[in-house]
Nanobody
Framework: VQLQASGGGLVQPGGSLRLSCAVS????????MSWYRQSPGKQREFVAS???????VYADSVKGRFTISRDNAKNTAYLQMNSLNSDDTAVYYC????????????WGQGTQVTVSS
């Protein structure tokens, strides 16, 4: 299973970005997808997740600003990030969880998001 994250970049405070995570080597419609992020000197933290049937969960810090979604036809999960601020600066990682294969987990390589003026 391979996960390819993309879409990061430099954005001004208040701006938006959309991250994508393309998955190959797995039956995408069966796996739960999540986004995590890690800032320098901090532990990796949960951002959002979406179940295989499309039920989302968000960290309190991003509720109302971020939206997680998935397109099973494209084997891709997305994270739409709006109203970005400096606290959102981090490397963002996508993660797959297959509960039908003993909770098998895979991580993408990470994509850098920098919020700065």
């Amino acid at each position: 299973v391979q996960l390819q994250a993309s879409g990061g970049g430099l954005v001004q405070p208040g701006g938006s970005l959309r991250l994508s995570c393309a998955v190959s080597g797995s039956t995408f419609s069966l796996i739960h997808m999540s986004w995590y992020r890690q800032s320098p000197g901090k532990q990796r933290e949960f951002v959002a997740s979406i179940t295989n049937i499309g039920v989302p969960v968000y960290a309190d810090s991003v509720k109302g600003r971020f939206t997680i979604s998935r397109d099973n036809a494209k084997n891709t999960a997305y994270l739409q990030m709006n109203s970005l601020n400096s606290d959102d600066t981090a490397v963002y990682y996508c993660r797959s969880l297959n509960i039908y294969k003993g909770d098998e987990i895979h991580w993408g390589q990470g994509t850098q998001v920098t919020v700065s003026s």
